[in-house]
């Protein structure tokens, strides 16, 4: 089943990554839990979660952030310059994909 995108500019970004990953390039997105990073609690009463009073007390970080690793064929460490944090998915496609291609082609990486 072929997938249909309504959203094009997400699916030229996915066309590159697809591409990519095609040539041994390897692409993640971690969700960070920010409960398990101190910046968020639960509320013992009402089992919400709230901002940690001291760090976040404005909820100003969200409650799951997401951060990009792009590894080149054949190396196990990650490309420092497209390692960033997000507060959603799509915000992080929209940052990579640019920079990824920039990236690729100034790097001379066309295998």
């Not at 101190?38 to 100003?60: A, R, V, Y």
């Not at 054949?74 to 998915?89: M, R, T, V």
């Amino acid at each position: 089943m072929k997938f249909s995108w309504a959203n094009k500019p997400l699916e030229v970004q996915f066309d590159l990554f697809h591409n990519l990953v095609k040539k041994g390039w390897k692409i993640e997105l971690e969700s960070i839990d920010q409960e398990g990073n101190g910046t968020w609690s639960i509320d013992k009463e009402t089992g919400l979660p709230i901002p940690d009073q001291n760090i976040n007390k404005f909820g100003d970080i969200p409650l799951v952030t997401w951060t990009t690793y792009v590894y080149s064929p054949k190396s196990e460490d990650w490309i420092e310059e497209l390692n960033a944090s997000f507060d959603s998915p799509l915000e992080a496609y929209e940052w990579l994909a640019p920079r990824l291609e920039k990236y690729v082609n100034e790097k001379r990486w066309n295998q």
